[in-house]
């Protein structure tokens, strides 16, 4: 059973990180992708995490989704320690607080775009799943487009209808991963905008991938992994 706790520190957050290590086994040896992360994000907070293609930014997105296990380390979302509970707590733990965008939209290629937002609701036995389907594909711009299907749609469009997708449930902390990155400049704007808004309409803690400067110097925090190591980055500095 899921029972609530402070984090480690005493404070509330969201997400809080400490002494994670993580490695793959590759012919026998040990590749180490993340060393020694420490990260505190709190309630409500917006957060970027960069650096170089392979650096381990989605693996620590997915370890702290608890979508996989840290070889090493501590995680706790939501007071929750992802460490200590079961694959089935976990998942609980998913269904009940956090919402995903991914880059490639995960969309179910024979749903509409109505249906396709309509199915988490369903599936949490939301009352008025249809309705209040329908009020977020209207809410980001999508209102013409409920009976059709991904492909169908844009890329643009069907990140869209994913962004819609993963409010619907309104999850404490979504989780994005390289939200923009199938999508051209403008549409990735356009993207991004309602990434932002969401966040704070509904004060969903927002945490994403990104190689989208632009995009990260839209959150609260930045964060570059270089080497496996997580550093905070100040405001408006490059990369």
Known sequence: MLTDR??????DCMI???????????????LPILSDINLKIA????????????????????????????????????GHSLLTISEDERAALRASRVGFVFQSF?????????ENVML???????????????????????????????????????QRVAIARAFAVEPKILFADEP??????QTGNTVAELLMQLNREQGTTLVMVTHDEALADRCDRQFIIEAGHLHERPQGMDA
């Open 16 to 30: 809080e990180v400490r002494k994670l290590n993580h490695h793959i086994t590759l012919s026998d040896q040990q």
């Open 6 to 11: 402070q984090s480690a520190s005493g404070n």
């Open 180 to 185: 923009t990155g199938n999508l051209d400049s």
């Open 120 to 158: 988490p609701l369903e599936l949490s036995g939301v009352d008025s799943a249809q309705q209040r389907a329908q009020d977020l594909l209207k809410r980001v711009g999508l209102e013409q487009r409920l009976q059709h299907t991904p492909r169908q749609l844009s890329g643009g469009e069907q």
């Open 106 to 114: 995960q969309l179910l290629p024979a749903l509409t775009a109505l």
């Open 43 to 78: 309630y409500g907070e917006s957060a970027a995490i960069v650096g170089r293609s392979g650096s381990g930014k989605t693996t620590l997105l997915g370890l702290m989704a608890g979508l996989d296990t840290a070889v090493s380390g501590e995680i706790w979302l939501d």
